[in-house]
């Protein structure tokens, strides 16, 4: 089916009480495995592409025309993000290529600038019919808002939403980027709490690191788009390790590769099935901590 915007299908999740998957894309393997991940679900999903990742390739163009291309041909509803973007030149980019919607990041910025450069950004997208997910600063902990021990306002994020006009808030609830051990420890009612005070759907970052019931219960806390990255990249490199480690011969990289494509697909299904589930539905997960996932 075509493209359908992000916001499409954040407001069918919103409605419903589900949770959407954001996964970030590394390479086009990443892209063809989320998506092919999504139809064995038959849930909607989001493709992000991030600041790191276009640095990686050297520019937005290929890497988001190739998940564009990969999206638009999806079997569900299925979009392209451009996440963490700390400029406004690489919004513009994006709105330019055609992609649904952004993350402006300016959570690095005093509060001030951030709410300036945010309600700018934002205006500037809802010309464009971009869907615009926004940060607010800093509030604690020496790794800024994605620290362990940050949390977001729940009066400070309704001003800030207020203020900017976004679409959708980033918000400080326990996890951090980048988390090797699924032991991140959620704050329920602050989720809540945020909840009622924004009139906006809620993102989670950092969801790796949130064992499975956790992610489930962040849904029904208020939840809406749960971003997970590093998850997927352990899985893909884990499955890469395997072959070349059985195969030390291998050269041919479509070898390996589809390998770690092959061994996405299975758990995007698998964590789409999870947040997708909706707030009255049974989950059956394992108890908090427990190691779900088939990685290593
Ligand atoms: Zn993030």
């Given amino acids: 089916m075509p493209l359908t915007p992000t916001h499409q299908i954040i407001a069918s999740a919103r409605a419903a009480g589900r949770g959407v998957g954001a996964f970030n894309v590394a390479g086009i393997e990443h892209a063809e495995a989320i998506v092919a991940g999504a139809e064995a679900a038959g849930a909607p999903v989001v493709l992000q592409i991030s600041e790191n990742c276009v640095a990686y390739h050297g520019a937005l163009a290929p890497i988001g025309r190739a998940c564009l291309a990969i999206a638009g041909q999806a079997g569900v509803p299925a979009s392209v993000h451009l996440d963490h973007a700390s400029t406004v030149e690489l919004v513009e980019a ?55 021990d940050a949390r977001t306002d ?21 996890t951090s980027h980048a988390m090797l051990t699924r032991d991140a ?51 893909f490199t884990a499955a890469v390790r395997r072959t070349l480690s059985a195969e030390p011969a291998t050269v041919d990289p479509r070898r390996y590769g589809v390998a770690g494509r092959d061994a996405i697909t299975p758990e995007v299904a698998r964590l789409l099935r999870l947040l997708g589930a909706g707030v009255d539905s049974r989950i059956r997960a394992g108890g908090a901590g427990e190691p779900l996932s088939p990685v290593e």
């Fill in 185 to 235: 420890v959620l704050d329920l009612g602050l989720i809540a709490s945020i909840r009622d005070a924004v009139g906006v759907p809620l993102v989670l970052h950092g969801s790796s690191g949130v064992p499975d019931p956790d992610l489930v219960a962040a849904v029904r806390a208020g939840m809406t788009k749960v971003n997970i990255a590093t998850q997927l990249n352990r899985v």
């Fill in 94 to 148: 994006a709105a330019g290529l055609g992609l649904a919607s952004v993350m402006y990041d300016g959570s690095r910025l005093p509060y001030q600038d951030n709410v300036r450069v945010t309600a700018e950004v934002t205006r500037w997208c809802h010309q464009r019919d971009v869907w615009v997910e926004a940060e607010l600063g800093e509030i604690g902990g020496k790794d800024g808002v994605h620290a362990p």
């Fill in 154 to 174: 729940p009066g400070e994020a309704a001003r800030f939403v207020a203020a900017t006009g976004v679409d959708a808030l980033a918000v400080a609830v326990g």
